[in-house]
Structure formats: C-alpha cells, structure tokens
C-alpha cells in the first residue's frame, strides 16, 4: 500500500463549478499536511498548509481528518488557471524530531471553459 | 529573493555515461533535498541534507548514485554509469529548516538512452 493515495484523475469540470480531491494516508506518525500545486513541466508550489481545524485561503479550503487519515483540498468557482496536478504532501516524523516528506502522485484537474 | 536554481534543466545522455546535476539552493537554508519524478510515478525523496552532511540518504535507488554538497551551499548529483530507469525529472528543494515549507527549483529532466 503507497504511503500517500490519491486519485490521479483527471478532472474534467467546468467553469465555476466546485470540485474536491482528497488524500489519505496509512502512517500515524505523520505529522504535517501541505497541498501543493505543480503546472504542466513546472515545479511544486506550495498551495497551503493544512491544519487540524481547516483552513481556508480564498476559494480554497483545506481540511484534514486525524481519526480517518485523509487530507482534502475543495475549490470553489473554479478558473481556469485552477487547472494543474495537485499534489498531496505529508511530513512523517521520526524519532529525534526528524521529519521525511512523502508525496501523493497528484491529481490532475483540468477546468473547460 | 532567488529561488532553489539547478543547472542543466534538460540532460540527454547515452546508457553507460556519467551526468552530474546541480543545485543552488535559497541562500541560508541548511536543509537541501534532492527528488526524483519517473514518468507516472510520484515524486520520490533521495536524500537530505543538513548543510554539507547527509542527514538521510536511505531514498538513494544504488551505488551509481553520489550526492555531495561540499562547504555546505550548493550540491551535485552524480550518476554513474546511467541507466535506462534513471530518466525522470530530479528536483531539488530547500529549507531553513526541517519543519519549514521546502522550495523546490525548476527540475532537470533526465533522459538516458
């Protein structure tokens, strides 16, 4: 089982319209959740972070589930310059404080005019 | 502020021949990644370093595989000899610290044939 599970997609969705990815992951001791972003042969960019109680940066909200071990990202009034991989990130820690990253393969969205 | 640079951002070699990979990272940050993308694969983590010491190497496929970041400032990627396995795109990223956002440079997109 892969660390970090995401549905690659593609999504198709219009204009406008509100569409939502999410994550899981299978190691407990991971410790910090981020959303990145990655456009066509570009580097990931950090979208945002994701905390316990939810966050929300503009048409943007993250949310993150300890008990189910999931990570969910929803766009709302998508644009298309929303279109691009999504990327789910998670810190794992170890002992000695130390933190390895892992990242989901992305899921892919793409937003028609 | 520049960002993570890495240098050559395309590298096309034959099966058996050597290529190093460099990366620059955000002047200041300690914590520099190395990455590696294979085609329909999620990005996968190769190693870290904390200044010029190797803090985690354990994501490092082989022995063909050398990483150095002598003085602590920039680093290199070394493969040798290549393999056809070894095409993807080898990200680089870096950090103030552990806990921090990682800034990821521009890629290098590795082909061996």
């Known amino acids: 089982r892969k660390e970090v599970e995401q549905d690659p997609g593609p999504f198709n969705v219009p204009e406008g319209a509100t569409v939502a990815f999410n994550c899981t992951y299978s190691?407990?001791?991971?410790?910090?959740f981020f959303w990145y972003r990655q456009d066509c042969r570009k580097e990931p960019k950090l979208l945002m972070s994701?905390?316990?109680s939810g966050n929300e940066d503009g048409r943007f909200t993250a949310q993150l589930n300890r008990a189910s071990q999931y990570i969910s990202l929803l766009i709302r009034d998508s644009k298309l310059s929303d279109s691009a991989t999504y990327l789910c990130v998670v810190n794992i820690g170890y002992s000695g404080g130390y933190q390895k990253v892992t990242f989901g393969i992305g899921t892919k969205l793409q937003v028609i005019p | 502020e520049a960002g993570v640079t890495q240098f050559p951002s395309h590298s096309v070699i034959e099966k058996g021949q050597t290529v190093t990979l460099r990366c620059d990272p955000i002047s200041g940050h300690d914590n520099l990644y190395w990455y590696r993308r294979v085609m329909g694969k999620e990005i996968k983590f190769l190693l870290h370093f904390v200044k010029e010491s190797k803090q985690d190497e354990s994501g490092m496929p082989n022995n063909r595989f050398l990483a150095e970041r002598t003085g602590g400032t920039y680093s290199t990627l070394k493969v040798q000899p290549a393999e056809l396995e070894d095409s993807g795109v080898y990200f680089c990223?870096?950090?103030?610290?552990?806990?921090?956002?990682?800034?990821f440079g521009p890629g290098t997109r590795l082909l061996v044939l």
């Open positions: 990223a870096s950090a103030p610290t552990t806990e921090e956002t990682q800034y």
């Open positions: 994701v905390y316990s």
């Open positions: 190691n407990s001791a991971s410790q910090s």
